[in-house]
């Protein structure tokens, strides 16, 4: 029998449980101590599944078995029922616990075995099997205290269930808030800045694939602002309100390529010293711009294909499959199309990455937003240093449209930064401005007679007639200074990439593609 006093114990251990870590634990000890029994188990049902939850009076081992329905009479009969199940002593249906209660490693002998269904709102959550060695021990308890145990078990197990999934969505909160402000502190919110034709065409294209949540590939040379359009893009999206995370394809080391998009689990890899969430799982409802998607090695592009053909994730270490709702924004200032053809990108990822594919114009085809673009850096520069007023003397500007701007507006967002600096010495009645001599860069560039300015104004010393092939040449000059800097560094890897300003795996990276050896990275 159960006593009132043992129920009324009962209800008040699982008023405390569901407060604290261990309140599944909790929750099977609370039933032990109103139901007298040798072992007890707590089991969630997934679909045909039972997974057990927490434990006592079976081995370890129980706790990573995933016990299949269908496959146990008894565990089958439990979960057809809504009343508690007492198998009669000697029941010949096998036990699912056979040879996994402490003590009886060889096989159980005669015991007595219950069931009890756990439902709320007719919606059955789980199940808890009793088990005694003592035979009959659960034919004297009366039926409706039983039901009693079940509904109180069952409100507290759907109660510990939603807690769970709080603590779930609050941590994943807290590490999309993280993600997001360590995202904020490095990108100005900006907006797209222009009025030529070609960023009048760029703006139509955007704005009519914005809302229709294809995934999209932006095509530009470095420095177009590639990144810029992608936010663009997000933000007049349905899925603004949700986040847009952001991944660096080349600044993430190979080995750590799928943790990083897909997540681990603790002690998954060396190094894997606590549970990670991967950038997919960040994005979901949102937007995942993989940026620089054109320096993602061959391995890691077959499972990046799969995630994004399927919305199904797989964390690094373990066996579930999660499903995720992403949109893909992917950006590279490679011409991909080559990379298929000389088998460096997969075709079958390009095509699904490439459904609207958007090209940024580079800076020198967009006739007269220089100038604009100069403006609208001006303004942001007098605020970050605290100038009264910052213009720009009509011969600068003249040297800012002659210009061809190879490295496009990120360029001139430098250049105009130093400038800015280098002329709050010629601040005259509150107004600082910005004279030629001021935009380092470009008065090596405009070095020449003033005949030979008027006549090719756009000429900065290299002479393009000579050049056939733009892509070789690129990569020649490419090839020919980290040659250089590798050479100043002593082949100091780390030290050649702070000098050409670019982070080290990015740099080792980009020498394999062009063939400068690799391996000998002394003091690296």
Not at 275 to 288: E, I, N, P, Q, S
Not at 395 to 423: D, F, I, M, Q, T
Request: glycine share 6%; proline share 4%; net charge negative.
């Amino acid at each position: 029998m159960i006593s009132t006093d043992a129920l009324l114990r009962f209800a008040l251990d699982l008023a405390s449980a569901v407060t604290l870590e261990d309140r599944f634990e909790r929750l099977i000890r609370a039933i032990r101590a109103a139901v007298d029994c040798d072992a007890v188990v707590l089991l969630e049902r997934k679909g045909d599944l039972l997974l057990p939850l927490a434990q006592q009076g079976l081995m370890d081992d129980v706790m990573g078995r995933r016990f299949n329905i269908s496959e146990h009479p008894r565990f089958t009969e439990i979960c057809d029922a809504y009343q508690p199940v007492r198998f009669p002593t000697g029941c010949s249906l096998p036990d699912p616990y056979d040879g996994m209660v402490s003590g009886f490693d060889d096989g159980l002998p005669v015991h007595a075995c219950m069931g009890i269904p756990l439902y709320v709102q007719g919606n059955m959550l789980g199940v808890v099997t009793l088990d005694s060695m003592t035979p009959g021990a659960f034919d004297s308890i009366d039926a409706r205290a039983l039901e009693i145990v079940g509904t109180m078990a069952a409100m507290s197990l759907n109660t510990a269930m939603l807690l769970a999934r709080l603590e779930r969505k609050s941590k994943h909160a807290e590490e999309l808030l993280v993600e997001l402000s360590e995202d904020a502190l490095n990108k100005e919110a900006t907006e797209m800045i222009g009025q030529s034709q070609a960023m009048l065409t760029l703006k139509q294209h955007l704005e009519l694939v914005a809302p229709a949540d294809l995934a999209v590939l932006i095509e530009g040379e470095t420095g177009v602002g590639k990144e810029l359009v992608a936010r663009t893009l997000h933000r007049a999206s349905k899925r603004a309100q949700a986040p847009m995370v952001y991944v660096n394809c080349a600044a993430i080391p190979e080995n750590l390529i799928e943790s990083e998009l897909f997540g681990h689990v603790k002690g998954a890899f060396t190094g894997a010293d606590r549970d990670r969430v991967g950038k997919f799982t960040l994005a979901h409802g949102g937007t995942l711009f993989l940026d620089e998607i054109g320096e993602l090695p061959l391995e890691a592009q077959g499972s990046l294909l799969r995630a994004i053909q399927n919305q199904e994730i797989q964390a690094v270490g373990k066996d579930k499959i999660e499903y995720v709702d992403v949109r893909i924004i992917a950006a590279t200032n490679r011409d991909l199309k080559q990379e298929v053809v000389e088998k460096r990108f997969r075709a079958d990822l390009y095509h699904r990455l490439s459904v609207f594919p958007i090209a940024v114009p580079p800076l020198r085809e967009r006739n007269g937003d220089v100038l604009l673009l100069a403006g609208f850096f001006a303004e942001q520069l007098r605020r970050k240093f605290g100038l009264q007023q910052l213009t720009l003397s009509p011969k600068a500007s003249e040297w800012l449209k002659a210009y061809r701007w190879p490295g496009n507006v990120r360029e001139l967002e430098h250049v105009l930064s130093r400038a800015a600096l280098l002329a709050k010495s010629n601040t005259n009645q509150g107004i600082t401005r910005i004279e030629p001599m001021h935009l380092t860069g470009l008065v090596d560039a405009f070095s020449v007679p003033k005949e030979s300015l008027k006549e090719q104004p756009n000429k900065i010393g290299l002479d393009t007639a000579e050049i056939q092939d733009l892509k070789q040449a690129t990569e020649d000059f490419q090839r020919q200074t980290i040659q250089q800097a590798l050479d100043q560094a002593g082949l100091n890897w780390a030290q050649a990439a702070r000098s050409l300003a670019m982070d080290r795996a990015n740099l080792v990276r980009l020498a394999k593609r062009l063939g400068i050896e690799v391996t000998k990275q002394r003091n690296s």
